[in-house]
């Protein structure tokens, strides 16, 4: 009888799915914006990674200790002004194309935990133009569950496809005067 009893008691447990909580899901976001200019005279612009409040429109300051050095860090200041901490993980001038991480950020001023980044310029279709790449990973800004609205999964990737289409949008209207 007890043999019987742990049998069954484990086919029981077997069918039993434990109960997990589901903590936050990395997000992924992805803006593009074509440019009617060669990838090198867009790349010209957005090259240097301390050039960033040049063509972006909601930074006012962005200075980088080394430059385009991987390791540099760039501290963005924004004209609402609050401030966002990068720091270059690898540059690439023939690929046109540089990683960042954010070191530190208060989620108040952009509501996200461990993002990184890339910024892109290829060459457009046909070889026409340009084609700029913004493309982030990042979890919500509060890391537990049942975080509060302003700092969950869709706030998070709602702000920083804001963020994305501002400066590309920007830069693209910069890039096409000629400026």
């Known amino acids: 009888m007890p043999r019987i009893l742990a049998v069954f008691a484990i086919m029981v447990l077997g069918l039993v799915q434990p109960a997990f909580a589901h903590g936050p899901v990395r997000q992924k976001a992805v803006e593009k914006v074509e440019i009617a200019k060669t990838p090198d005279e867009v790349w010209a612009i ?18 980088a200790d080394k430059g385009n050095e991987i390791g540099s860090v760039r501290i963005l200041t924004l004209k609402s002004g609050g401030k966002i901490t990068e720091q270059l993980e ?27 980044a890339t910024l892109e310029v290829k060459a457009g279709a046909d070889g026409k133009g340009s084609v700029v790449e913004w493309r982030g990973a990042f979890y919500r800004g509060y890391p537990n569950n049942d975080p509060p609205p302003e700092l969950n999964d869709d706030a998070a990737l709602k702000a920083v496809t804001e963020v994305y289409r501002a400066g590309l949008d920007h830069l693209k209207e910069l890039a096409e005067k000629g400026q």
């Open 90 to 116: 690898r540059y690439d001038d023939a690929a046109h194309s540089y990683f960042y991480r954010i070191t530190d950020v208060d989620v108040k001023v952009l509501p996200v935990s461990n993002y990184s």
């Open 46 to 63: 957005v090259k240097n990674y301390d050039s960033i409040a040049k063509w972006h429109p909601a930074i006012a300051s962005s200075p």
